[in-house]
């Protein structure tokens, strides 16, 4: 049965509705970023721009970095959005969009998340890179889909034990990355652990201005948390909901941070800029070797 208007909405050129995208758009390899500027800054380093376009906070650059085809595309902030793009890049390779049926050979992107996040343990320091072997998925937003074949219940069961984390809240789940991509990706000099991802930046990541928050110490206790040497390493987002959506749908998917705040020493980056720019870089030059 074909997918139903409602449910896969089309814009009246063909493109799927948030993304504005059609399938020849986009490239296997895409690179998300949360800041729609921060595509550009991407880009730029491109041989050739072939497209580009943008709706909303949703902007894609597909272009060629020393002659690989790579698409570079904003997200905005958080799991909601995520659950947008990861879902309708699906489509553009997956669905046949004029039959709104599911394709018999299906196909696997690589997507690789280049953002910025705050460490949460003392010896990762500003200016450094960390890539997510896990996401910890704190949002709550993946329990709407059927996850059981994607989670790992001792290292979720041990969070909940050790963080003494509310029933009140959606329960942890940890997805974990795409090896393949981590081995393309890694280097000596990267960090390496687990990646919480909140469902919002000021009391889901702890912070308190005028209203005061659920745990007080939740941050303490995820900084101390360990499972058999896995430990959390920082503290944004996204991550945990691209991991899963990818993982439920047979894509490959990575996420490499740069480091811009340490919340365990409460220094900031003097330069993140300039650390945003080596990450592009240094992920950029790691995809085309």
């Known amino acids: 049965m074909p997918i139903k208007e409602s449910e896969l909405i089309l814009n009246p050129d063909g493109s799927v509705y948030h993304l ?38 949703f902007k894609t650059h597909t272009g060629y970095y020393k002659g690989m085809r790579i698409s570079v595309l904003s997200t905005g902030i958080g799991p909601d959005n995520i659950d947008i793009v990861v879902n309708e890049l699906d489509a553009l390779v ?23 996040s705050g460490s949460l343990q003392k010896d990762i320091p500003v200016d450094s890179f960390v890539l ?9 937003m993946l329990h709407f889909y059927q996850i059981d074949s994607i989670k790992n219940p001792d290292v979720e069961e041990a969070f909940i034990k050790q963080t003494n ?5 959606a329960t942890p789940i940890v997805i974990e990355n795409s090896p393949k991509l981590e081995k393309i990706l890694e280097s000596d000099g990267v960090f390496k652990g687990m990646t919480a991802t909140a469902g919002g930046f000021y009391g889901p990541q702890g912070r ?41 749908l047979g894509h490959n998917a990575v996420s490499l941070n740069a480091i811009i705040a340490n919340r365990a020493t409460g220094n900031f980056s003097e ?17 085309v070797e």
């Open 94 to 116: 997956n669905i046949d969009l004029e039959s709104r049926k599911p394709k018999e050979n299906l196909k696997s992107l690589n997507i690789i998340r280049v953002g910025t």
């Open 132 to 140: 997510s072997q896990y996401g910890l998925d704190l949002n709550g």
């Open 208 to 248: 308190v201005l005028r209203l005061p928050v659920q745990n007080p110490d939740l941050n303490h206790n995820m900084d101390t948390f360990n499972f058999k040497g896995l430990r959390v390493t920082n503290l944004e987002m996204e991550t945990s909901a691209i991991y899963g959506l990818s993982k439920l």
């Open 165 to 169: 984390w509310s029933k009140n809240k």
């Open 20 to 57: 504005n995208l059609k399938p020849e758009n986009i490239a296997d390899t895409v690179i998300l970023v949360g800041d729609q500027n921060r595509v550009e800054r991407i880009s730029k380093h491109f041989d050739s721009i072939e497209f580009q376009t943008q709706k909303r906070e």
């Open 271 to 287: 330069n993140p800029g300039k650390a945003v720019d080596d990450l592009i870089l240094y992920t950029l030059n790691k995809i």
